[in-house]
């Protein structure tokens, strides 16, 4: 069943959140530096997957389209938005802000290497052990995470369902339109592109920075048009 490992992830990140709301009454002193840890191990990670680009002007052009995509259509403060009517629906009685919690959440769990190669070798080959891997470090952040964001980390699961889902079910047919060159170049900058975000995010989580991460989630589509150009002029 190719969407198992999907499936597995969110369940993953919806029971990590409800063992954090258990844990919720960890000291604040203790909340913050282990979230700061979390941040540091964010941007390690984020660096690591930024350093597999082969060509890295790819990244750059993407950074920026993205941005400037993002930004004329808001994407963050929609993000943002959703959060908000989720708090007004369910109210928001635990610390941390549910928009907060669910947009940090999101964007943690949905970029990456991992999501993508995952759900493609879910769909490729019916391997859903990355994914089963992914599920497990997700749990455990979503636990983290909702103790200091709070029950907004739940609904990160529901957009990681859709993306990995989608990515798997479109895999069970890519290999009859995309060659394993440009599926391999595809992976590669994509992961580098949202290496950068990761990076990001990272810095967010220590409270260096306050950077509108979500506007940059269109380089993740322009990094693969600018890929699938370099290669057709190949």
């Known amino acids: 069943m190719f969407l198992l490992g999907t499936l597995v992830n ?10 954090g709301k258990l844990l919720h009454r960890i000291p604040e002193h203790m ?4 979230m700061h840890g979390i941040g540091l191990a964010v941007m390690v990670l984020g660096l690591q997957m930024g350093f597999k680009s082969t060509n890295f002007l790819v990244v750059i052009i993407s950074l920026v389209l993205g941005a400037v995509i993002g930004e004329l259509i808001a994407l963050e403060d929609k ?11 369910i109210g928001s009685k635990g610390q941390g802000s549910i ?16 999501a993508i190669i995952g759900a493609l070798d879910s769909g490729l080959r019916g391997d859903n052990d990355v994914l ?3 599920a497990i470090i997700d749990g455990f952040t979503a636990l983290i995470l909702t103790t200091t964001l709070g029950i907004g980390v739940l609904f990160s699961a529901f957009p990681v369902i859709i993306y990995e889902g989608t990515i798997a079910l479109f895999a069970t047919q890519i290999d009859r339109f995309v ?10 900058e994509m992961t580098a592109t949202g290496g950068v975000m990761i990076f990001a995010i990272g810095l967010n989580l ?11 989630l269109p380089g993740i589509v322009v990094s693969g048009l600018i890929v699938a150009i370099i290669y057709c002029f190949k």
């Not at 943002?80 to 989720?86: D, F, P, T």
């Not at 928009?99 to 290497?113: E, K, M, N, P, R």
């Open 206 to 216: 220590t409270g260096l920075t306050k950077i509108r991460v979500a506007n940059f």
């Open 79 to 89: 993000l943002s938005q959703l959060g908000n009517w989720l708090e007004r629906k």
């Open 10 to 19: 969110g369940l993953f990140i919806i029971v990590g959140t409800f063992f």
């Open 31 to 34: 909340k913050t530096t282990v």
């Open 179 to 188: 060659p394993q060159a440009l599926l391999d170049s595809f992976i590669t």
């Open 99 to 114: 928009s907060q919690g669910f947009v940090t959440a999101t964007l943690i769990f949905v970029i990456g290497a991992m």
């Open 132 to 134: 089963y891997t992914k």
